[in-house]
């Protein structure tokens, strides 16, 4: 039986339905061309109250964003969703609130001082339930993303930055796309043919990286107990950090890991090429780094480009937690701003004020415990402000927003050891919360824990 290669197959993400590309070279070189404009003349199609979607971290279009920054005059109350942006935009600006108004997933540097004085605003949610809001309700006007060179059979790739992306372009009534040859093209579910692009922007700037953040003493520490407590065959999923990191250094000596995991990071490259992940023994896509996003250096980038041991995947499939539980001995490693001695954790907000989001790590707690021989692991350090205030306390501050209910946290570790919480009952998880504060705050918490009836 031959195989007709002038036709292709994939999936239509505005419709949803199977669609069938034909391939004529010829026509798909042309269709660029007729879509090819310049920045400007492309963002003139945002008109105001328009909804408008950027992808996270490297996947936003540097010079789209930009001239839509210079369109400021001529627009009113226009929402720029976006979540982790890496670069404070123009439309960010207190001074333009009244034609951009900024809607965070997940707030960072750039967005931070909006959202908590009130010129921005922040929508809480699951990281994997963002396509589903998305889909039910945001009206996306216009998609703008940046995207790898077109293929010969007419496909982009939304390489760093499929997350939500693959759904907001699917939605939108308007795409646009950035074309930056220094965009990876990674595999999986990336991909979006030029039939379903209204316009094509390029540019070539660098794509934004992070360098590796320096590892404590403390960090070490930390890693080296989690590290104790996974086993060889394990599939892991790691954030970004000096803790992180720890943690992936201390993990050189084990073997057949694999990676599932919402971010795809410098320290599993280390891993990859040290023999350490190999994917050999995951029980759901064996062999493969499982991802729905990356932010690194270069080096990550030039790592993933073309590589078919990673496939990235929209994150409401990627941290679903029925499908990270699929995968036997699954662990989670995540970690907080604070932690109450009910086990508690308030991972993105200090008191009130937002500093980050939920993101995927209520999804991945959740998902660890479904895993056959899951295990999970909230780390944090014991104190802050030079050691003078505990970041393990009583009850967290008032406003404090839960991050991780008690009913999903496994292990707390700090660099004073291992709380295992899982199982235990509330005045035994009170009991092993204290054993790793810090030791000069255990005393004031064994009395406040008596008072709460703790203990």
Not at 174 to 189: D, F, K, L, S
Not at 200 to 226: Q, R
Not at 328 to 357: H, R, T, W
Request: aromatic letters at 6%; a neutral charge.
């Amino acid at each position: 039986m031959s195989v007709d290669l002038s036709r292709v197959t994939t999936l239509n993400p505005r419709g949803g339905r199977l669609t069938v590309y034909p391939v004529d070279r010829r026509r798909i070189r042309e269709m660029y061309r007729q879509k090819l404009v310049e920045a400007y003349g492309a963002v003139k199609l945002i008109k105001s109250g328009n909804n408008v979607i950027l992808p996270l971290g490297c996947g936003e279009p540097e010079a789209l964003v930009a001239a839509m920054g210079e369109r400021a005059g001529d627009l009113k109350d226009v929402r720029v969703h976006q979540m982790l942006p890496l670069r404070k935009s123009a439309y960010m600006d207190q001074s333009l609130s009244g034609s951009f108004r900024h809607v965070s997933w997940f707030t960072s540097g750039a967005s931070r001082q909006g959202v908590n004085e009130g010129w921005s605003d922040f929508m809480p949610a699951h990281f994997h339930d963002i396509p589903k809001l998305i889909s039910d309700y945001v009206h996306v006007d216009v998609f703008m993303g940046t995207v790898s060179p077109m293929d010969d059979r007419g496909y982009f790739s939304f390489g760093l930055s499929v997350d939500y992306t693959t759904t907001a372009a699917g939605r939108a009534r308007i795409v646009i796309v950035e074309v930056n040859p220094n965009m990876p093209r990674t595999r999986g579910h990336s991909l979006i043919h030029i039939s379903e692009v209204d316009y094509i922007v390029e540019n070539s700037s660098p794509i934004p990286e992070l360098s590796l953040p320096p590892v404590t003493g403390e960090d070490e520490i930390i890693g080296a107990y989690i590290a104790g407590l996974i086993e060889d065959g394990s599939t892991i999923q790691l954030g970004i950090g000096g803790m992180p990191n720890a943690v992936a250094r201390a993990l050189a000596n084990k073997h057949d890991l694999g990676v599932h995991t919402e971010m795809i990071t410098d320290g599993m490259v280390d891993l990859v090429e040290a023999g350490v992940i190999n994917g050999r023994e995951k029980s759901l896509y064996p062999g493969k780094l499982i991802g729905s996003f990356a932010v690194g250096t270069r080096r990550l980038y030039d790592f993933l480009n073309e590589n078919p041991m990673v496939e990235m995947y929209p994150v409401s499939y990627v941290n679903d937690p029925y499908v990270i539980g699929q995968n036997s001995k699954m662990v989670s490693i995540n970690a907080s701003l604070e932690v109450d001695l009910f086990g508690q954790c308030a991972s993105e907000s200090i008191g009130p004020v937002q500093y980050s989001a939920t993101g995927g790590q209520s999804d991945f707690a959740g998902g660890c415990l479904r895993s056959p021989g899951g295990k999970g692991f909230i780390a944090l350090k014991s104190t802050a402000r030079k050691g003078t205030l505990s970041k393990i306390v009583p009850m967290l501050k008032q406003g404090s927003l839960v991050s991780c209910s008690r009913n999903d946290v496994d292990h707390i570790v700090t660099e004073y050891g291992v709380a295992k919480l899982r199982g235990k009952t509330s005045r035994e998880r009170a009991q092993e919360i204290i054993a790793v504060a810090h030791p000069d705050f255990r005393p004031e918490l064994r009395e406040a824990a008596r008072k709460m009836g703790l203990l």
